[in-house]
Nanobody, 116 residues
Framework: QVQLVESGGGLVQPGGSLRLSCVFS????????MSWYRQAPGKERELVAA????????NYASSVKDRFTISRDNAKNTVYLQMNSLKPEDTAVYYC?????????WGQGTQVTVSS
């Protein structure tokens, strides 16, 4: 069974930075496509960024491109989301997601609040 545990959220001022981490417990981390999603109050969950199993390719939502960077360390079973130049509209619960074929796992989420 796969478990995902996010950390690194918190309160940050506009223009600030945060780094989210997601630790994958289970087997074969390197075979999963890893993603970060977010959900703001009253809004649907949206894809923020995704990275391929080998880490060779990533894609981003247009709203975060050039500000956020997704990366993974397959030796540590961990995926990261570096968030720079944060804006109030980035406020949301951020979720880690792991997908391989029909297998689909979610973390419990970590709150990110951008406010002065």
């Amino acid at each position: 069974q796969v478990q995902l545990v996010e950390s690194g959220g918190g309160l940050v001022q506009p223009g600030g930075s945060l780094r989210l981490s997601c630790v994958f417990s289970g087997f074969a981390f390197r075979t999963y496509v890893m993603s970060w999603y977010r959900q703001a109050p009253g809004k649907e969950r949206e894809l923020v960024a995704a990275i391929t199993s080998a880490g060779g390719s990533a894609n981003y939502a247009s709203s975060v491109k050039d500000r956020f960077t997704i990366s993974r360390d397959n030796a540590k079973n961990t995926v990261y989301l570096q968030m720079n130049s944060l804006k109030p509209e980035d406020t949301a619960v951020y979720y880690c997601n792991a997908v391989r074929g029909s297998l689909d796992y979610w973390g419990q989420g970590t709150q990110v609040t951008v406010s002065s």
